[in-house]
């Protein structure tokens, strides 16, 4: 088994039901489904990406997180952040290791010229 120090991931745009600004008041099983595909689709595209490799990371496993929107619309990353946990749970588990090595956390944007809008998450070395 050959073993991986850094994927590079691509996941959708987040789902507007995980912005934190927009769950209050809300009950939590209203996002209850976006939370679970989310994780899923982080565990899944990292388990493709890592393939038949075993990931190798050190204490401290620094990642990269560069949201790429579908419009120029000005988005406050911190709420951009949180509202990709569940991603970020996902690779984690897809990876097993523990979210809590992911450091450094980086955070970037970007617009998507094909207006789509997506998540791209480099972790390992950078």
């Not at 959708?12 to 996002?31: A, E, Q, S």
């Not at 990406?49 to 419009?71: A, H, Q, W, Y």
């Not at 523990?98 to 955070?107: I, M, S, Y």
Request: proline share 6%; aromatic share 4%.
């Amino acid at each position: 088994m050959t073993e991986a120090t850094a994927l590079t991931l691509v996941l959708p745009w987040p789902d507007m039901r995980l912005m934190p600004n927009r769950k209050n008041g809300r009950h939590w099983g209203g996002v209850q489904s976006a939370k679970e595909q989310a994780r899923r689709d982080g565990r899944v595209v990292a388990a493709v990406e890592l393939g038949r490799r075993r990931f190798i990371g050190g204490d401290r496993v620094p990642v990269k997180v560069t949201f790429m929107s579908p419009d120029r619309r000005g988005r406050d990353l911190d709420n951009l952040l949180a509202c990709i946990k569940p991603q970020i749970d996902g690779i984690a588990k897809a990876l097993g290791i523990d979210d809590r090595r992911f450091r450094p956390l980086v955070v970037d944007d970007g617009v998507d010229p094909a207006k789509r809008g997506y998540l791209k998450i480099e972790v390992g070395e950078l």
